[in-house]
């Protein structure tokens, strides 16, 4: 028996808090693979998301807004992608920013604690 198309949107989609990240809500669309995830992220103007490092792979586009990553100021239609292990950040929203992540496997470490 074939699949079935699943449809999220802002309005159905279930927007979650970072207790440790505040500023920052994520939307889970998918689980692409254990572990992974393919979310939406909303970041107020002015929040930080610290250093950090994932072990595994991720991808990102910057739908709306504009962010600085590692000294790089990103705006609408950006994309980049980092490694696995790659120590990456800070994430500083310049204003509020909306982006969409694809990465293949757990969050990872952020702080001190990264890499």
Known sequence: MP???????????????????????LMPL?????????????????T??????????????VVSGTIETGGTRCEAGTFWTTPAGTRQGPHVA???????TVRLGAMGAFGDSAG
Do not use: C, M
């Open 3 to 25: 699949g079935q198309q699943t449809f999220s949107n802002a309005q159905t989609g279930q927007w979650l808090k970072i207790d440790f990240l505040p500023g920052v809500e």
């Open 30 to 46: 998918a689980q692409p693979v254990p572990d992974g995830s393919i979310h939406r992220v909303r970041l107020s103007a002015g």
């Open 48 to 61: 930080t998301i610290p250093v950090h490092t994932h072990p595994a792979d991720e991808y990102v586009l």
């Open 94 to 100: 310049i204003t509020y920013v909306e982006l969409l």
